[in-house]
């Protein structure tokens, strides 16, 4: 991690999502001791600043990092095997199977290679969504803080080998002692908590089926003495809510409203099928959502309806989740799709316009987080940008930056990240870890991992 005394990024169009959602052409954006000291014209700010390292970002588009919601980083090792499956098969026949497999360097490895693909395609926050005790929360923080991103990293809570859905049992190496869960997360929050750290704790509790109506409620109480989020799988799968009327008497969102945890600490993942009634519990209790498109496409498992929930005034971000099944970690992918699903579901083309899914990427997932330090490029706030070569055959002419950015670009067209003031990337140069040893270290933990669990790629 490079951290400079001040930057100065320079000659592309700002988009600063902030509340007026200024585009700024041939701007330029000063950055002085990890926050953003001064935002206007290039012009203006190389005549009034003298940076210590000038980024000459001609014909890019200049913006806050992406917040990725929700992520599952131990399926990097995994990737695509869980192509044409079913959201049960998929678990029950690879996910699960791989994960018992893995231990600690596995997950390391598997971590590390996860959050280079974020790195280097713009993510610059995520939420891990939830880890087993056997991974080593510990070693995978410590890599956060290396490689420079902003992580929440997620406890998994349990006290039953069942699983969401009823789909069948969680293997043995998989189950894990609630009150032992407690323990660690409270000593990872005083190791982590620190003013400063790039690094959160949040408790995951698995989903329903896997959780006691107790445990959600010991949950609940848990986060609001400690201050701390809560991050869950809910409606994963449009069969959720028969499942739950079935076992709890209630749908999920008035489950998780009766065990105390909706509110504002609280992101819940999938939501397929919510309707009028849960978004308006959503939208009171101040509860977000992390909308996860290219996943619930490719397991055919439902739909979110986000213009829906984002008219209720529900806070909704983006999240890649496995890459078991979503093949890849990189929020351009997610951004598209997005906007494509919801035009095709409500025929109508004007739905979740190029603008709104760069919202949901941004600010939105920055407030899903609780993160008011980031997620817009304003004086004060973190400098957590990115700029994105906007000149590719892909992307010319640009006439629209975010609609180039949401329909035309990828991550492979992100030049530069900086994080709090550190540049993370250079000119698409990583400047944090070592590539190669990331690549070969999360290709020998794949080729182990499916050596243990009898898995084998087709």
Same mark, same amino acid.
Do not use: W
């Given at each position: 991690m490079i951290g400079m005394r001040s930057i100065l990024v320079t000659g592309g169009t700002v988009i600063t999502m902030d509340a007026r959602r200024r585009l700024i052409p041939n701007g330029a954006v000063y950055i002085e001791d990890g926050v953003v000291a001064d935002v206007g014209r290039a012009a203006a700010l190389k005549k009034s600043r003298g940076p210590d390292v000038e980024i000459r970002a001609t014909d890019h588009a200049i913006l806050p990092g992406f917040v990725d919601s929700h992520v599952h980083m131990t399926h990097s090792l995994i990737r695509g095997l869980c192509h044409g499956l079913t959201l049960k098969d998929c678990l029950t026949g690879i996910i699960w199977p791989a994960q018992a497999a893995i231990g600690g360097d596995e997950a390391l490895a598997a971590s590390e290679l996860c959050m280079l693909e974020?790195?280097?395609?713009? *993510?610059? !926050?995520?939420?891990?969504? #939830?880890?087993? *005790? +056997?991974? #080593?929360?510990?070693?995978?923080?410590?890599?956060?803080?290396?490689? #420079?991103? +902003?992580?929440?990293?997620?406890? !998994?809570? $349990?006290?039953?080998?069942?699983?969401?859905? &009823?789909?069948?049992?969680?293997?043995?190496? $998989?189950?894990e002692d609630a009150e032992e869960c407690f323990r660690e997360t409270s000593s990872l929050l005083k190791k982590w908590s620190a003013p400063g750290s790039r690094v959160g704790i949040w408790l995951a509790p698995r989903a329903l089926g896997a959780v006691s109506?107790?445990?959600?409620?010991?949950?609940?109480?848990?986060?609001?003495?400690?201050?701390?989020?809560?991050? @869950?799988?809910? @409606?994963?799968?449009?069969?959720?809510?028969?499942?739950?009327?079935?076992?709890?008497?209630? *749908?999920?969102?008035?489950?998780?409203?009766?065990?105390?945890?909706?509110?504002? +600490? !609280?992101?819940?993942?999938? $939501?397929?099928?919510s309707d009028e009634r849960d978004a308006a519990a959503l939208s009171a209790s101040g509860t977000s959502v992390a909308h996860c498109p290219s996943s619930s496409m490719t397991l055919a498992s439902g739909y979110c309806p986000v213009p829906m929930l984002l008219r209720a005034g529900v806070k909704v971000s983006l999240g890649c989740d496995g890459a078991s099944h979503n093949f890849s970690y990189d929020m351009f992918n997610e951004m598209r799709l997005a906007s494509i699903l919801h035009k095709a579901r409500q025929l109508d083309p004007t739905a979740l316009p190029a603008a709104s899914v760069l919202e949901l990427a941004t600010t939105g997932g920055a407030e899903a987080v609780g993160l008011r330090c980031t997620g817009s490029i304003e004086v004060g706030k973190a400098a957590d940008i990115i700029t994105v070569d906007l000149k590719r055959s892909h992307t010319t002419p640009a006439p629209d930056a975010a609609s180039a950015l949401v329909y035309s670009s990828?991550?492979?067209?992100?030049? &530069?990240?900086?994080? #709090?003031?550190?540049?993370?990337?250079?000119?698409?140069?990583?400047? !944090?870890?070592?590539?190669?040893?990331?690549l070969r270290a999360g290709s020998d933990a794949a080729a182990r991992v499916l050596e243990r669990s009898g898995l084998r790629r087709a």
């Open positions: 974020m790195l280097t395609s713009g *993510t610059t !926050t995520f939420v891990e969504a #939830g880890l087993h *005790t +056997r991974f #080593g929360l510990d070693r995978i923080a410590e890599s956060v803080q290396r490689i #420079g991103l +902003r992580g929440v990293l997620s406890k !998994t809570i $349990m006290d039953s080998p069942a699983s969401s859905t &009823n789909v069948g049992a969680l293997d043995p190496a $998989m189950v109506r107790e445990l959600f409620r010991e949950v609940a109480c848990f986060s609001k003495e400690k201050g701390t989020g809560i991050t @869950m799988h809910l @409606m994963e799968s449009e069969a959720d809510v028969g499942f739950t009327k079935k076992f709890y008497g209630a *749908t999920p969102v008035q489950f998780a409203k009766e065990a105390g945890l909706l509110g504002p +600490r !609280t992101l819940l993942a999938h $939501m397929l099928g990828t991550g492979s067209d992100v030049d &530069n990240v900086i994080v #709090g003031g550190s540049l993370l990337l250079e000119g698409g140069r990583v400047l !944090t870890c070592d590539v190669g040893r990331v």
